[in-house]
């Protein structure tokens, strides 16, 4: 399957109970969006844009009003395809004290798989790889409530992978951690995609995050207005503030060099690349 997630002219508006399709306000609109096997995709976008509506609808949390969200093939609207839709994507949300469930992290981790009726053996199996993957099967035994931010958004996420999901939707999952912490997710989800082909959406509000993509989407009400590798995207500095949005640090801090007279390529992303680019000018 060349598309691993495709939306195909999708509409959608959060209708209350006794509310008609017509008078409730589109979030998105004739909205298409097609991802491969085996990205890593950094949604970014203001407030309000829609990005966590993508999200749900990307694992039949929401169901499209008009158009079509197909998930490996599977039709997200067919309620027979909703456990094996489930299964395939993952999401990990904001709040890591809301999604874990147990007093001891590796029941945590197992509470996923339990809920699929996987055999007991083959749960043992799974909840020692996902918390090794994430680097954190030193604390399989301790209470999640006694670990970092960090820490605690790891469990969640080996909890995602011992379902073996084939794609991971992250929803602003490094909003609520420290620097550390969100260096770690990164650097875990990151290692996900590469070591193991899982699909990554990474939705976000940190520029640094997403030039870690290989493709990154800007939304703006409802709507894609950037899509493209991060090289390409942070170079639209207008279309970016006009959307809300900044551009990575180093991207800022180069801008105003080569305004000064500096001369520096253009679009660069890390502070590794500035430094890099200064060095070969001295
Ligand atoms: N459950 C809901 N019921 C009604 N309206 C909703 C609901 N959830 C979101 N909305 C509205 O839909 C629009 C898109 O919201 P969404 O949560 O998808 O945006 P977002 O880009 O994730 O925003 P944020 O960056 O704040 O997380 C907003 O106008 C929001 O107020
Ligand atoms: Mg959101």
């Not at 299964?87 to 996923?112: H, L, R, S, Y």
């Amino acid at each position: 399957m060349d598309n691993y997630i495709d939306f195909q002219n999708v509409t959608f508006a959060y209708l209350n109970e006794d509310e008609e399709q017509s008078s409730a306000k589109n979030v998105i609109e004739n909205f298409n969006l097609k991802i491969k096997k085996g990205d890593f995709v950094a949604v970014l976008g203001h407030n309000g844009c829609g990005k966590s509506t993508v999200a749900k609808l990307c694992n039949a949390i929401e169901i499209p009003q008009k158009g079509k969200v197909y998930v490996d093939g599977l039709d997200t609207s067919d309620g027979d395809k909703l456990y094996d839709i489930r299964q395939k994507v993952g999401m990990v949300f904001q709040n890591p004290d809301n999604q874990i469930v147990a007093t001891i992290v590796e029941d945590d981790v197992a509470f996923g798989p339990e809920n699929l009726g996987i055999e007991p053996k083959e749960i043992r199996k799974r909840v020692d790889e996902a918390l090794k993957s994430v680097s954190m099967y030193d604390f399989r035994f301790f209470e999640p409530h006694k670990l970092s931010g960090g820490q605690k958004q790891r469990v969640a996420i080996a909890g995602i992978i011992a379902m073996k999901p084939e794609c991971i939707v992250l929803d602003e999952s490094t909003a609520m951690l420290d620097p550390r912490g969100r260096k770690e997710v990164m650097n875990t989800v990151k290692m996900l995609n590469e070591e193991f082909g899982i699909t990554i959406i990474f939705i976000t509000h940190y520029m640094d995050e997403a030039v870690k993509a290989n493709r990154v989407i800007v939304m703006e009400n409802g709507k894609i207005v950037l899509d493209g590798t991060p090289k390409k995207v942070f170079g639209e500095v207008d279309i970016l503030k006009k959307a809300g949005l900044d551009v990575p640090e180093a991207t800022e801090l180069s801008l105003e060099l080569k305004k000064s007279g500096v001369g520096l390529p253009d679009n660069i992303l890390s502070m590794e690349e500035l430094f890099k680019a200064l060095e070969s000018l001295i």
